[in-house]
């Protein structure tokens, strides 16, 4: 008879998405469930950081801004960032840190809809998001404030001619469950306001169709599902239509006209390049440049289906078990879920800290949530298999009551 395991082997076997595992630098014995918080190392990666210090920046010194088109690295990193988020090439760049980024398409927004009382996001959105929408809505002076709700259904009931921009991050990074793009932004926009999306958990982990949406402003990292490595640059994305007429806050020289003109007054540069602001970060941009040519070839709807795959597999080998203290924290429906799994239970650090020493790597967020990503890029089935066993042995043993387990590190 064969074993869930060997089926999971078999599923291996039968992969079209297995090939991309090899384009990754993983280590031996451990298996890696937290590429939703930071993605591995490429081997694409590594050879183009050491080629633009040992060659570039080495040998070409400050001539490789020319030589070596280091100048235009924030819209060529956009435009192959466009094609996994729905977007024009035109329409995306990478710049920044999401915060930074959130922030110049918030004020952007926030100035288009003057007029208008109210931001709306979720309370438990990322608290990075939450804070930045204080700051933009205190900077606009417009008289606006911003109102939390604690359920999809209260935001209907704040869709109405006083919202300015509703801000909703589209996959939940606690729970992974998935707003419909589309159909919130057709309200919003019903109502006359703007809408904001968060990517972060979203952009190379399922299908996003910006264009199709009618989306007015994204942002999103590339240190997640976009493998680009420890804060990476992150990225924006301006509708077409708001493009010239959207003004973000921070006047910065790359956003000028004609940086190297050096005048004293501010024009801003056409079109989505006026969002830029500083000195391209060279090194990260050319690491997550390298990370990103590993999607030349892969269908995002392969990466869905197996998703989907993963993520099903996962939850139904830890719920056979019958481990009471694991509740499913994610949607149980497959269209409601994007590309992870949480559970829930009351010593969610310890249990975490176990499995890791056990060599599978998730993460946990306050206060109970373990969380574990799923990259069908690298992430095999038979890993999630083994990772679901490890998980239900540590907690019907109570492995993690250890006093070692209870010991908490900065970063969790």
Known sequence: ?????????????????????????????????????????????????????????????????????????????????????????????????TSI??????????????????????RGNFPTD????????????????????????????????????LMLTHVDYRSGAMHDMQAMTAKAHAAGAL?????????????????????????????KYLNGGPGAPAFLYVSPQLQAQARQPLAGWFGHVAPFAFATGYEPAAGIKSFLVGTPPVLGMRALQASLSLWGDVDMTDIRRKSVALCQLFIQ????????????ASPREAGRRASQVSFRHPDAYAVMQALIAQGVIGDMRSPDILRFGFTPLYTRYVDVFDAATRLIAIVRDRVFDDPVYHQRAAVT
């Open 1 to 97: 008879m064969t074993t869930r395991r060997e089926q999971a082997q078999h599923l291996d076997q039968q992969d079209p998405l297995a090939h991309h595992r090899d384009a990754f630098i993983l280590p031996a014995d451990t298996i890696y469930l937290d590429g939703n918080s930071l993605g591995p190392l490429t081997h694409a990666a590594r050879a183009a950081v050491c080629q633009t210090m040992d060659d570039e920046w080495g040998q070409q010194l400050i001539g490789a801004w020319n030589t070596a088109d280091w100048i235009t690295l924030p819209q060529r990193v956009g435009a192959l960032i466009a094609p996994l988020i729905g977007a024009g090439e035109a329409d995306v760049i990478c710049a920044d840190s």
């Open 101 to 122: 980024n959130l922030f110049k398409v918030l004020a952007a927004a926030l100035d288009l809809r003057p007029g208008r009382a109210r931001l709306v996001s979720e």
């Open 130 to 165: 939450l804070y930045i929408a204080e700051r933009a809505v205190a900077r606009a002076g417009h008289g606006q404030a911003v109102h939390w709700v604690d359920s999809v259904e209260a935001i209907d009931g704040l869709i109405d001619d006083d919202l300015a921009v």
């Open 195 to 223: 809408v904001v999306w968060d990517l972060a958990h979203s952009a190379g982990a399922v299908p996003v169709d910006l264009a199709a949406a009618e989306a007015d402003f994204a942002v999103g990292c590339g240190y």
């Open 317 to 328: 080998t830890v719920e056979a078990a019958g481990c009471d203290d694991l509740v499913l």
